[in-house]
């Protein structure tokens, strides 16, 4: 019998403003188808800003602060105890240090930034994952499925924290001025959501990343005063009233529909009633400050194409200024820019990943991953601590209502989980005691020690997850609103089922041990 082809009505192909699609989706099962001073206008809410890096493997003696700030000891359980101290820096010949790594020049790494910033030593990831650029902000199974820990994981995926915080009202209590709920900045999949996260339901997938520094300033940018519509002009028809006939008639009243294509009309119509929400926002209640009104598009999209430092920098702090613009125009609270390999930054054009990731423990691959990792800091993530630390309301800067985070795909292994690196500056409004270097390893322990073939032994500390979150509890949401799988934390409930593996076993024991059922709450040392 001939398969009867379902014509495509007029009603379900409309187009919107700019050119925007707003038909109804292809249907296979149918077609075969806190305040500010004493203002009592404002109300202090943190950002988010967490930017990312591809491989990790620089020796923990290059990225961390030296042992010797570990002066104080807050006791876990009996037999691991927290070890912190206050951040100190040194400066020699112009150079502003922390660590090797966590170096700049002295004018614009100043020693108010140093008091601003946390240095996190000792968060693990318990399984291998190898290739992970969803593993920064929670998705583990965005995994190239290397080993039997990569491809197990790749049955729980999950939306990352950005896009959670995004769709959460404890994050987001007014709409009204936001033009971009999370912005997704280069060239990683590094942010996933449900396909319809406004009821959270659907499919996991990757929230597309805006590679284009100059777009994204249209999308968030609104200019101060920017004159309302004026009264009198006819109202505008709500978009999604176009397509809203169409919608319901199809999902309600056609008994062929699957249910996965009634999830697709679902998810659709989901996406319109948030572009008609964007186009209803507006300008903030309160004039924006100096910071909002200086704001410029970009003047190009990239830092200029070349393999040096310049252009890398530029590229970087490109997107840097957009997420300047938005957060100080209100018009966004959160960032994530995915800004992969650090090759550039040391002009290096040969096979960075296998001949200098790969090679982390020698000499030269090393010196070439300390410097690409010193130049990123210095160029672009204190770039936006300190165009950030402008001030928003007496006594506080724009820094200060922020959490600006910096995670690298790996631990000092290439691929290896133990000791991920996170170094912060702010706050997040108020939430976070800063200007301290924390180590979260349980030093005292045969059963957490092993031997990484360079660089001294490396121990194992807390779960990644708990770091996870802490940013939520940082953001304002609860618990119940991030936990999966009736498991504690933001991660998944697995431990590695390998043997050749860091002792995740010998120290984490089971998704039931201590470490698992802690991992909701807050990080010890770090909260206010």
Known sequence: MARRVIDVTRRQVLVGLGGATLALPVLPSLLTRTAYGQDPTYTRRPRLYWVTTDHG??????????QSLLTEQTMLFDDHTVRHGALTSTVSGGTRSVSPILSASS?????????????????????????????????YA??????????????????TIDQLLAWSPSFYPDLGSIKERAMVMGSQQLSFNWSNPGSKSGNIENVRSNNSARDLFDRVFVAPGAAPEAPEMQPRKPVVDKVLEAYQRLRNGNRRLSAADKQRLDDHMDRIAELERKLGTVTPPVAPGEL??????????????GNDLTSAARRGQLFNDVAVAAFACGTSRIGAMG??????????????????????????????????????FETVFLDIAAKLDVEEAPGMTYLDNTLVVWSQESGMET??????PIITFGSAAGFFKTGQFVDYRRTTSSTSRFDAGADGDQY???????????????????????????????????????????????????TSSRYFTMSSDVLPVIGA
Not at 113 to 134: C, E, Q, R, W
Request: aromatic residues 14%.
């Open 57 to 66: 493997a620089a020796f923990e003696s290059n990225m961390f602060p030296k």
């Open 107 to 139: 004018d614009r790494f100043s020693e108010s930034l140093v008091s601003k910033m946390n240095v996190l030593y000792g968060l693990d990831v318990p399984f291998y994952i190898a290739h992970n650029t969803g593993l920064h902000l929670g998705n």
């Open 142 to 159: 965005r995994n190239n499925g290397d080993g039997g820990d990569g491809k197990a994981v790749q049955d729980s995926p999950r939306p």
């Open 292 to 305: 909002c009104g200086a704001a410029q598009k970009p003047s190009q999209d990239s830092g200029g194409g």
């Open 339 to 376: 800004y992969g390999s650090t090759q550039s930054f040391v002009g290096y054009s040969g096979d960075w990943h296998h001949d200098v990731a790969h090679m982390w423990q020698n000499a030269e691959p090393q010196n070439y991953l300390k410097d690409s990792y010193q130049r990123f």
């Open 415 to 420: 691929h290896g989980t133990v000791s991920v």
């Open 460 to 510: 194992c500390g807390l779960l990644y997850g708990q770091w996870l979150s802490t940013v939520m509890h940082a953001m304002g949401l609860q618990p119940s609103e991030w936990e999966l799988w009736d498991h504690k934390g933001y991660g998944v409930p697995f431990l590695t089922a390998e043997s050749w593996t860091p002792p995740y076993k010998q120290h984490y024991q089971n």
